[in-house]
């Protein structure tokens, strides 16, 4: 389901249909959205997001980022940017970048049986345009760990060129901390 809504969004994006199937479709879109509404959970309950095993862990906000390799001290997989993200110029919107370094590096950041930690900075260079419907390496890494503060890095690379990196601080919780 998630699969076909990414695709709803980078179709919705790039599309231009006529008025009367607008209005067709919109309806369509109205009547998911009350029948979804029937069976409406606790964020603890609901399945987007949660499912570690799925592409994206089955949430359409963040790109899917797709694991090649890990350890509990770097990831390296391939990321893609559809339509939906696009910013302009074919180049992939400066907002969507910081997701999917957000994702990388605060699930490895929370690897290895660590306790969960929260994103304190993520700090991201656009090097090149990033962009769109090419797939892209990807990569992060522990930098360094002091105390509960655990710093990492990434970078997304188009073939030789590096079109963005980042830095994160990821602090681990103290118990009881949302
Ligand atoms: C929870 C995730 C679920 C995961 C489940 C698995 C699901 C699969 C993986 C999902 C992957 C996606 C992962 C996304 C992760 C997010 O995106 S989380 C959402 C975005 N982040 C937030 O909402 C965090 C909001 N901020 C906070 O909650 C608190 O400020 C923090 C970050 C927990 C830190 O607060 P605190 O515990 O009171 O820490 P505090 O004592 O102030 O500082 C501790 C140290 O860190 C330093 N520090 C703190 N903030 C900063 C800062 N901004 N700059 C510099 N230094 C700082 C302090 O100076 C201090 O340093 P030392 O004095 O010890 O040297």
Redesign the pocket.
């Known amino acids: 389901m998630i699969e076909s809504l990414r695709l709803l969004h980078d179709r919705i994006t790039g599309a231009a249909p006529p008025p009367e199937l607008l209005k067709e479709m919109t309806r369509a879109f109205e009547d998911l959205a009350v029948e979804l509404g029937l069976y409406a959970v606790s964020e603890r309950e609901q399945i987007t997001g949660h499912r ?1 095993d799925l592409p994206g ?1 089955g949430q359409a906000l963040v790109p899917v980022f797709t694991v090649d390799e890990s350890d509990d001290e770097h990831v390296r997989g391939s990321v893609r940017f559809g339509r939906y993200y696009l910013g302009g110029n074919g180049a992939a919107h400066g907002g969507a970048i910081p997701l999917v370094f ?2 990388m590096l ?2 490895l950041a ?1 690897a290895g049986g660590r306790p ?1 930690s ?4 993520l700090r991201v260079d656009y090097r090149s345009i990033t962009p769109l419907d090419r797939d892209l390496r990807a990569e992060a890494w522990f930098d360094r760990e ?4 655990r710093f990492l890095r990434g970078a997304i690379f188009d073939g030789e060129t590096r079109c963005a990196e980042a830095e994160g ?1 990821f ?1 681990a ?2 118990p009881g ?1 949302p």
């Open positions: 570690i862990r957000d994702e605060g699930r929370n969960i929260r994103t304190a900075y002091e105390g509960r503060k601080l602090v919780l103290n901390q």
